[in-house]
């Protein structure tokens, strides 16, 4: 069974970067797609992007302007780069894995069954 585990959320300054990770533990085997969603206070959760086992990312939406999201070689950690951060960022921030569907990597929430518990992204004007 595959875990994962956020970290690096907290709180900054508008116009600041952080760098969210997910550390996956189990059954590494378990999955070749890592996604990246948000919920802001409020909201339903919302796409980032996903990367696959290949470190071919895909972004939803305009999310590629600030965005970027890599793998590490082992494909352990998967990484969420927020630059540029708004108010409006503030959310709460997941990763979620599975496998390819048909060779490609889904975007939407309901194609995720395993979660991480989020870290929570505060951006103070």
């Known amino acids: 069974q595959v875990q994962l585990v956020e970290s690096g959320g907290g709180s900054v300054q508008a116009g600041g970067s952080l760098k969210l990770s997910c550390a996956v533990s189990?059954?590494?085997?378990?999955?070749?797609?890592m996604a990246w969603f948000r919920q802001l206070p409020g909201k339903r959760r919302e796409s980032v992007g996903v990367?696959?086992?290949?470190?071919?990312?895909t972004y939803a939406g305009s999310m590629r302007e600030r965005f970027a999201i890599s793998i590490d070689t082992a494909k352990t950690t998967a990484y969420l780069q927020i630059n540029g951060l708004r108010p409006d960022d503030a959310a709460l921030y997941y990763c979620a894995t599975r496998w390819r569907i048909n060779g490609q990597c889904p975007t939407g929430e309901r194609d995720y069954q395993v979660w991480g518990q989020g870290t929570q992204v505060t951006v103070s004007p």
């Open positions: 990367i696959d086992s290949d470190g071919r990312a």
């Open positions: 189990g059954d590494t085997d378990s999955g070749s797609c």
